[in-house]
Structures are given as C-alpha cells and as structure tokens.
C-alpha cells in the first residue's frame, strides 16, 4: 500500500508540474495529497478507502495521459471534482474527519441566528444581539477548529 500510495504522489506532483498552477488549483491538487494520505491510514481497516486508492492510482494515471496529448477539459476537471468530493465525503462521515474551518462556519451562522433571536427577545432589538452571536460563535468555531486538528481529525 506504501508503494503505491508514493506512486500516486509522485503522479500527482507530475500533473501538477504539466497543467500549470491554473489547473492545478482547479484540480486542488494540494487536497488530493491530503485525502491520499488520508487513505493511506484508514485503507489498512477500512475496505473502502482501500478501494479508493486503487480507484484514484487509475484516475490519475488515465488524466497524466490525456495532458501528454491534449488540454484538460471542464468535464475532466468536473469528473476529477466528483470523484474527490466523494472520497471527502466518505472521510468525513465514516472516518469523522473535517475539512479545515468547518466549526467555525458552523458556529458562525448559528451564533448570528441564536444572536438575532435573543436580541429581540431581551433587548427588543434584533441587530444588537448580532455582534453578541457572532462573538460566541466565533469563539466556540475557532476552539473546535482548533482542537480538531490537534486531534489530527482535519482533512
Ligand atoms: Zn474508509
């Protein structure tokens, strides 16, 4: 599983270095290092991230070609794009990862809808709870963010 995965990082950055920085922050190809890494440690338990990897060594070999030949299209780039997403998908709810500032635009929205209803509520002015709301929420979002990766648990 090692080997391949290196294959598949060696893969990777030989894209990058064809497709140019354009496409290569279109392909978030730095994201795909990640997953793969990802992968890597969870496919020794985990038979489908195991799978994944095998499907992502095809995937990148099959574009590596097509740029020896030809430009990458947006249905490429939109095919490679759902391929990742549901990798990160399956990192995320099987393996319990989060992408990176998750909490804190989860805490956000919420700290400015519970800031919105206690404004009205306890002063009677819905603005004035806002920056209350979006204060907590802040602070709540970015310890998670925070806690999260010290767990190593951001993708
Ligand atoms: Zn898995």
Redesign the pocket.
């Known amino acids: 599983m090692e080997k391949l995965v290196n294959k598949i990082q060696s893969d990777i950055e030989e894209l990058k270095n064809r497709v140019g920085e354009k496409n290569a922050a279109k392909l978030e190809l730095d994201k795909c290092m990640r997953i793969i890494k990802r992968l890597e440690e969870?496919s020794a338990n985990?038979e489908?991230?195991h799978q994944y990897v095998n499907d992502l060594e095809s995937h990148f070999i099959k574009l590596l070609n097509q740029t020896k030949t030809e430009e990458l299209t947006q249905q490429d780039i939109k095919l490679h794009r759902k391929i990742t997403a549901n990798i990160t998908s399956?990192?995320i709810n099987?393996?319990k990862l989060v992408t990176s500032g998750y909490y804190m635009s989860v805490y956000l929205s919420l700290g400015l809808s519970l800031g919105m209803v206690f404004g009205l509520l306890l002063f009677d002015n819905m603005p004035l709870g806002l920056p209350i709301g979006m204060g907590i929420g802040v602070a709540i979002g970015s310890g998670l963010d925070t806690d999260a990766k010290k767990k190593g648990k951001v993708l």
């Open positions: 969870f985990c489908e991230c399956h990192l099987k393996h």
